[in-house]
């Protein structure tokens, strides 16, 4: 099983859960729309974020370089890897020379895309997640499923369940309060045991050299503080050029992420702790690959918000796993093809196109112009499976010509709806259960080809 559609299908099949997995991010993205209506400048926000994201995409190479100079003279040791391999070498090399054997992790996708804990758990370090959803799919050893809500294809009596064998929680408790204080509790001991944290960035200013982080539990802000070695790591394009520039991303992102006004926890590190290091790693990772593609580059000024996830609905109804990416949805369907385009050929096609990602994305991504464009690609490259690629090329030959699309369509109204049901609607076309094609009352044949479509 490796496309999108084979995956969709096993999540489906479970209605219940595909049902209130949908509901429950339709839920959030309600919130989100709520938000965005009671800020009148909404719109100038958004396109005062887009057009800083496309200037410092334009002239990335000396934002970096100014956030570097800006960065050491903040006492930051700044590292620079080219790819997933040389970023877990950089961070194991920190926290060998320091003895680290345990180490507390905030959020940070991007050390998911570099497959850090099982590299680290390799070396005989133990690595513990800390944000309450992360920790969670990592009890379950799984990857999170959702970037900003990593656990929300999990109903509480499955981490009630959970719990209960890996923290002793009561059998059968599944009140959210008491679970979060189990956690809570849980995690407390390892803050105190860990001797280095590791956090994400959510930006980086070149202005400062300075990072920002945004949680809602505050545990970026006990890891970072609690052991005296810190280390962030950002990939290339987490950059913006201005301080004053927070305001816009920062207004933005829990709105369309959560629904919130403002994300629980927004904290600034300008430099390590008194006593301590702080190390930022900055990696590429495939990026500038993305920044020379003219087409796709728009993709990389993504805050991460998870907007476009929670509204899509495909994703919506298919699951993160489905994706088989660290970045599920819709901003994961364009990144995942360009790091590798067969492996992850069916995911531009795993969209409607209905645009609704494009509509919520706080730096208007033109996401399913994107995705629409990304399919081209992967059929120039062949990529795309020979039985589709006929398809297309079938229906392209019908559509550009009226009459047989015309007869085509005649035929099918006149004939599908008498075909035995199981014929038409059997298991190798599930897409077509509870589409039926409605009987139509008798007509010549002549009368329906005829017609003009609508
Ligand atoms: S593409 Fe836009 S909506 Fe989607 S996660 Fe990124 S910033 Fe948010």
Redesign the pocket.
Known sequence: MTGHAEKSAAFAANEDRAHWHDQSLWFVRSKRDRQASGIPEWEALREAASAIKTHTLSRLADYLEEFERNAIANGIQVHWARDAAEHNAIVHQILASHGVTHLVKSKSMLTEECHLNPYLEARGIEVTDTDLGERIVQLRKEPPSH?VMPAIHLKREEIGELFHIELGTEKGASDPKYLTEAARGHLRGKFMGAQAGLTGVNFAVAETGGIVVCTNEGNADMGASLPRLHIACMGIEKLIPRAAHLSVFLRLLAR??TGQPITGYTSHFNGPVRGGEMHVVIVDNGRSRILGQEAFRR?L?????????NTCPVYRRSGGYSYGYTVP???GSILAPQRDPQKYASLPFASSLCGS?TD????K?D?HHQLLAFRKVLVDLKAVPLQKRLCMAVMGFVLSRPSLYRMGGGLMRAIVPRLPRSLVYGPWNPWGIQREIPLMPPQSFRDLIRKEPS
């Open positions: 970037i369309s992420g993709s000024g993504c805050i991460r918000c998870g907007a476009c996830m949805g819709p901003i990602c919520v994305c706080p730096v991504i996401l």
